[in-house]
């Protein structure tokens, strides 16, 4: 008790230095708590699944120009027969993720997210029903799932079992079941299951996709039984469809679960890294910032505890043994790196709230999380020790007689530890600032590639069986609003690949085709540039069964004089009218796919509105949901702006962005904080020599470049070593892209002068006021 008196004390005693010591080790780390909390919530994502490790996707290989491209996208009756021939699988269902749809039951209309899915589905997923049965909740084609957040939107109190919901104005479907909220950390999202069976009675065209092995719309999900590897599944399914149809040059290759989430990024059919690569760069962000925050530490406290030598002879002299010498030292180094790990969980819990709204999730604090407590607390036992061993042992061996002299030396090498440390810390800053550079420049370089189309002032709405019925009335009436330049209908989204198809042409040829479905002004209202022939027009009557290539379809399917070209699509024969530029749909970082836009006025559930420039878009989005909401009453006017829907393709990479700058301030701040107490010790240290040095003429400047000319040679070591160090690490991260930046030399320089200005900044003001103390003052005896 005495000793933990005389550790409050001291430490009361240098208070400057207490909170600059424990802020450090308190920011670093709920800084790497934080992380930790992120980094486990991602790869944790469905976990929360039974069936975890059982559960695949099931994707196609297809070969082109010598290199296997990865379709998610397979035939409608794939995951039947799968079931059906191999009973190593144990379910299995087709899924369809359909954009939301609207959902009535009396007076509540809501759009929801859909998804189409076969009964195996809830067998497969943990999805539990909080009412129905799971064996029977989507045996009736004309049933329905809601998860609680929806049966309340549209029934509120009131039991929804047996309750009747029209379906997007088509159709009446019959609540059978209600399942808990998705957990949010899972990658299947939805609002709402609807049986796969329902496309059948619902559409006529689904019914003639029975045998249909051509046509790749839904994604296939299996569970294998569980002595099942996924190597031996592979082996069996790979040339399942060649043996349905010799024609069909593709394999099939199954997706673990735990891969969707991090692993969802393939080149010539290998997974090549995803998300995992940010959560193992942000991880060691991390680890960095809590190192740096651990060595500022033990800088801090070593540096300090050569003050004590005198301390620790009189000890000595009046009995205390170099025993209690070191559990003293070590004591109040761990009870003082205990105080920053307290400080750090009151900061974790204060800064969660914000963290989540810059990550996007809703992460608890473990309050049960036994490994959590343990982890923190052996970090701050670790680095308390760490800090104490110094002064704890090499102190406490000096005899007392040679300690109480005025004169005592503490070693002429003591500080090189010091100094080695605080130049890791600069490497550490150094090169986190090179990564925030490169990363942001590769985020704006990928922001700023040209999409083939006009995201501006363009709008994409549901296109209900209500408003096709009134088509060319609600297309008219919208060019003549004086708001709109142009209209057009497509099957998907203009920011998202749906459909996948093989197409046969010039006799024996295949390829493999993003397919999009579109009528009229397509071209006109995305902006997108013609570079052969023209587009679909009303005034010829041959348009019905005519289609357009991007320039990637062109080159991939080797077409010398593609206008005029036959394409065999969907057991109908489409002629080339013209060539357009290449418009990217899928993820900005890669190539775009070979594409065909296929004439078809049928299939079509989005409606694309263009505004004419300079309208107010406030105005026209009034004007808009008047004429649509006169014509489809029944259907709420839900529209999003095309160019906010192509901004989240950037959400991940911003969100993990911003979290490194944060990341990289606070690095460098706790690495000013560190440098900040080191030098007022320096300059401590060295008051009567700075009072001599003035005594004999030296002016300020000369000083203050004695004081600061050791940390200017330490950051410029720290900028050589970090500087390849960053580039070859950088440099990998980058091949992970196709569409990616190459690391300009300046980067480098830039890094290493804005960390020796911030040294500078910080250890001058220090320097500045020891140089203006009188030395008077300075030279008087201790």
Known sequence: MNYFRIAVRSLWKNK??????????????????LAALWAYDELTYDQFHENYGTIYQVNRNSER???????????????????????????????????????TAGEARIYQQVVFADPDFLTMFTFPLAEGTITTALADPRSIVLSQKTAVSLFGREDPMGKLIRFNNEIDVKVTGVLANVP???????????????????????????????????????????NVTAAQANAKLANFLTAKDPAVKQTLMIHAMADWRLRNKFDNGQIVGGLIEYVRIFSWVAGLVLLIACINFMNLATARSEK????????????????????????????????????????????????????????????????????????????????????????????????????VQIGKNAGVPRQLLVGLQFSISILLIISVLVISRQLNYTKNRSVGYERNNLIMLE?????????????????????????????APITEIRNMNGVQYGGDKSAVLVTVSSDYDYLK????????????????????????????????????????????????????????????????????????????????????????????????????????????????????????????????????????????????????????????????????????????????????????REYVYLVLAASFIASPVAWYFLHNWLQNYTYRIEIPWWIFIVSGLVALVVALLTVSFQSIKAALMNPVKSLRSE
């Open 463 to 491: 296109f209900s069986q209500e408003l096709k019925q009134k088509e060319d009335v609600l297309r008219n009436e919208l060019l003549t609003s004086g708001y709109v330049r142009s209209v057009s209908g497509t099957m």
């Open 184 to 226: 949010t950390n899972s990658t299947l999202q939805f609002d709402c299951i609807l049986p796969y069976s329902l496309h059948a009675v619902a559409d006529e065209w689904y019914r003639t996709l029975t045998d249909n092995w051509g046509n790749n719309v839904v994604k296939t999900y299996i569970q294998l039984q569980p």
């Open 308 to 407: 004590r030598a005198k301390e620790v002879g009189i000890r000595k002299a009046i009995g205390s043994s170099r025993t209690r010498l070191i559990f003293h030292f070590l004591g109040e180094s761990t009870m003082l790196a205990l105080l920053g790990f307290a400080l750090a969980v009151l900061l974790v819990l204060l800064l969660l709230p914000w963290f989540n709204t810059l990550t996007d999730k809703t992460i608890v604090f473990p309050y049960t999380n036994l490994t959590y407590w343990l982890i923190g607390l052996s970090i701050a036992l670790l680095t308390g020790v760490a800090a104490g061993l110094y002064p704890a042992f090499y102190l406490s061996s000096f005899q007392p007689v040679r300690m109480l002299k005025s004169a």
């Open 16 to 33: 400057g230095y207490t909170f600059l010591n424990i802020a450090g080790l308190a920011i670093g780390m709920a800084c790497s708590f």
């Open 65 to 103: 120009d010598g290199r296997m491209i990865v379709i998610p996208n397979t035939p409608y009756p794939l995951a039947q027969a799968l079931k059906q021939t191999y009973p190593e699988i144990a379910n299995a269902s087709r899924v369809d993720w359909d954009a939301s749809r609207l959902l």
């Open 525 to 708: 209202t995305f902006g997108i540039r013609l570079k052969a022939g023209r587009g679909f027009s009303p005034d010829f009557a041959t348009d019905s069964s005519a289609m357009l290539l991007n320039e990637s379809a062109v080159k991939a399917m080797n077409l010398r004089k593609p206008l005029g070209e036959q394409v065999e699509h969907w057991g109908k024969t489409y002629h080339v009218i013209g060539v357009i530029d290449d418009v990217l749909m899928e993820s900005p970082y890669d190539n775009v796919r070979p594409t065909g836009i296929f004439f078809d006025k049928e299939h079509r559930s989005f409606m694309n509105i263009r505004f004419r420039e300079g309208v107010n878009i406030q105005e026209a989005l009034a004007g808009t949901r008047k004429i649509v909401e006169s014509l489809a009453p029944s259907s709420p006017f839900a529209y999003t702006f095309v160019d906010q829907e192509y901004a989240k393709k950037f959400a991940s990479e911003e969100r993990i962005g911003n979290l490194i700058n944060a990341f990289a301030l606070l690095t460098i701040f706790i690495s000013c904080l560190g440098l900040f107490g080191l030098a007022a010790y320096t300059a401590e240290r060295r008051t009567k020599e700075i009072g001599v040095r003035k005594v004999l003429g030296a002016d300020l400047s000369s000083i203050v470049l004695m004081l600061s």
